[in-house]
């Protein structure tokens, strides 16, 4: 039976963004997302609820008579308008679908590497180095960090006595083949217990391709589907060890992989030799473009990289048939002083347009915002907004520990305890941050879409996951603001009244 109709006061929610884009002014819910564009009679429309309107319930219940009638509809589904007195006074309240979702499988196949780059976060890799003396220094470059942080082959961003461990044992530099096929079946009872029927695997490391026999192993096992969870699979790869075995086994997995690669003038990734990588990269790039394989090139844009960082790597993403680059934006806080925000943004943007053009798009931590605040509530389905490291994601090392992420200092317990890991403190600590940021971020305009600065440096300068960088966050909005102004009508809902 239909309900009757009652008179309801809607007002404007007070997550309302608004951002003028040419004719057009952009409008978005702070916490939920659904961008879209109106032009000046629908913003008008909006903006006639500001101080509260009477709308009769049966509006949202029957067919709209008018286009204005749509777009109200539109407007209260996208929680722009909302009904008097509800404002949304706790993410909860906000929250439409199920956000405790594991979805990420981080499986770090070698704890070693066969290159040297100037900027590792992993700091050196595979060697017998004291935990002793990193924990000794930990307090003191704690202290100096509260200034600046360096991360450099010599100095990891890690920042505690477990993940240093991990790092120095020569027991834990190679997943062997059966304990990573039982590690998976262990992570695919927590990735159901939590909900999601769909995992991506990433085969990370150190250099992952160090391992080759362990991913050959788990993607023959595995497959697309293992107990009604949907599988894909990436990697993150210097591409210096892809053979023609390689090649042809990720085409027909459909893995998608990322080679990194900064620029192809960059010395900051040489071999461990010391000899420039980019010929062997280029080499393994060419064998992977032979099976047609998908490839990104993953490129970091860090104070190492900022001179040689450029439109050229997009002419190489071209040239090897990459149609995506993914740009990490240095860990490192001081890198967001000392360049400044609108340098970076400049530089970047400068490379965005071209990619543009030539058809190449550049992603990352900081076009993620931007992807999710085009969805509506997308965290509650992709399960983080855009660290999956905060709760979505189990890195899992080769003696089956499991932290958030390679990056992560923090110890959550052991793969074999599957489901009940999800229980454990530490993995709710992480799950915490997935939609609720830290209270010095209430009010920011992209607070439901931006986790902040990566967890592991965090870790390193405040001895917390839950804590915010300042220094990076201009950066974050700027660049998102960037992208929202340079939308084109075509590109997504827009309301002309
Ligand atoms: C740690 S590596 C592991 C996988 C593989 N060895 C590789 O180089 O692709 C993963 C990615 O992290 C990036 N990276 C390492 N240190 C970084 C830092 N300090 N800031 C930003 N990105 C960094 C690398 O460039 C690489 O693309
Ligand atoms: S290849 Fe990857 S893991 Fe090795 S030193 Fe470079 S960034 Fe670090
Ligand atoms: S980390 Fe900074 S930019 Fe990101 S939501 Fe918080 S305050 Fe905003």
Redesign the pocket.
Known sequence: MNQPSVEVTYTTSKDLVKLPVNKHTAVYHRKLGGLSLLNEESLRTLMSFEKGKTLKTNLFTSEANDRNDELIQQLALRKLIIPENLSFPTNQETQVGNTNLVTVIQLVMANA?N?G?T????GVQGQELSVDNHMNSLDESRIIARDSIK?DINDS?YASEERFAHQYDPKNRHMKDKAGVSYVKDALKAVKASGSSNVMIQF?????LLNWKTINKVLNTFGHEHDGIDIQYST????SLITEEVAETFANFNVAV???V?SPTSPS?PLKNGDHSMPIVMDGVRKLQKYQNRVAL?????SSTWNDFDRSIVDLAVDVGASEI?V?????PTFYTKFGTENIVDKLWNVIQYGRQKGVILTGYWHQIFQVILGFDAVSYRGFKNCSAKGAQLSIEPNGSVFSC?AGSTLMGKIHEATNLLESDSYQSHNKLRRNNPSICNGCEIEGFCAGL?LGTLEKKFNSIGAVEPATCNFYREITKKHIQSLQPDELATFDL
Do not use: H, Q
């Open positions: 590497c290159f780059c900027y590792c976060f992993e991360i961003m990370f490391g150190g250099e992952p993150v790869t210097n591409g990322c080679v990194s900064d990734r993953n490129s970091a844009l860090t993914g990490v934006v240095d860990f490192d390679k990566c």
